[in-house]
T-cell receptor, first 113, second 110 residues
C-alpha cells in the first residue's frame, strides 16, 4: 500500500458532463501529481502541486483543472467530457516535489459513454 | 521523436531467466533515473532510484545507467512469475521535470 488514496475507483459518465477526482497524498508528502494513462498514450503528466501552489504543468487540457487544498488533498476536475477522456487517472505524491520518488495511488478509471 | 524511448515488448520469458529492460533518452538534462513496476489495474510502484552512471543493485534487481550513451537498463535475475507486470522507466531533470517511458510488459512463465 503506497499510502496514496484516490476516490472514486471507477466513474462512468456521459459526454459533456463534469466530474471531480479526489486524491489524498501519503502522510508527510507535500507534493501531488496527476497523470493520465490510456492504452495508446502511456503515462502522461498533467499537473503538479507543491504545498498548495501549482509547480508544473504538463499536457493538461483547458477543460481540466486541479487544485491542492490546505490539508494537502487534491482534486482534479474534468469538464465537457469527451469519449477520448476515458482513461485511468493516477495521483502520485512525493516528499519534496523535486526529484524525490513518486508514490502512486491505484487510480480512478473514468469511462465516458 | 520522443524524449524517452522504451523497448516496447511484450516480453515473455521462462521462470529463472535473466530479463533486460531498456530505455534510451535524448535530453542530457535528465539526471535522475527510476524504474517503476505496474501490475494490472494498479498504480506504478517504485523499484529502483539512481542518479549516477554505473550499477545499483537491490536483491534480484540491478539498475544500470550510462549517461554518456543516454541508455538505462533494468536487469531482473532469477525471474519469477510474480515479476509479470509492466515496467516503466522514469527520467527526471534537476528542475524536477519527469518523463515516463511507455512501458514494457513482461510475462514470466512457470
Amino acid at each position: 500500500d503506497s499510502g496514496v488514496t484516490q476516490t472514486p475507483k471507477h466513474l462512468i459518465t456521459a459526454t459533456g458532463q463534469r466530474v471531480t477526482l479526489r486524491c489524498s497524498p501519503r502522510s508527510g508528502d507535500l507534493s501531488v501529481y496527476w497523470y493520465q494513462q490510456s492504452l495508446d498514450q502511456g503515462l502522461q503528466f498533467l499537473i503538479q502541486y507543491y504545498n498548495g501552489e501549482e509547480r508544473a504543468k504538463g499536457n493538461i487540457l483547458e477543460r481540466f483543472s486541479a487544485q491542492q487544498f490546505p490539508d494537502l488533498h487534491s482534486e482534479l476536475n474534468l469538464s465537457s467530457l469527451e469519449l477520448g477522456d476515458s482513461a485511468l487517472y493516477f495521483c502520485a505524491s512525493s516528499v519534496t516535489g523535486q526529484n524525490s520518488p513518486l508514490h502512486f495511488g491505484n487510480g480512478t478509471r473514468l469511462t465516458v459513454t | 521523436q520522443k524524449e524517452v524511448e522504451q523497448d516496447p515488448g511484450p516480453l515473455s520469458v521462462p521462470e529463472g531467466a535473466i530479463v533486460s529492460l531498456n530505455c534510451t533518452y535524448s535530453n542530457s538534462a535528465f539526471q535522475y533515473f527510476m524504474w517503476y513496476r505496474q501490475y494490472s489495474r494498479k498504480g506504478p510502484e517504485l523499484l529502483m532510484y539512481t542518479y549516477s552512471s554505473g550499477n545499483k543493485e537491490d536483491g534480484r534487481f540491478t539498475a544500470q545507467v550510462d549517461k554518456s550513451s543516454k541508455y538505462i537498463s533494468l536487469f531482473i535475475r532469477d525471474s519469477q512469475p510474480s515479476d509479470s507486470a509492466t515496467y516503466l522507466c522514469a527520467l527526471y531533470t534537476n528542475a524536477g521535470k519527469s518523463t515516463f517511458g511507455d512501458g514494457t510488459t513482461l510475462t514470466v512463465k512457470p
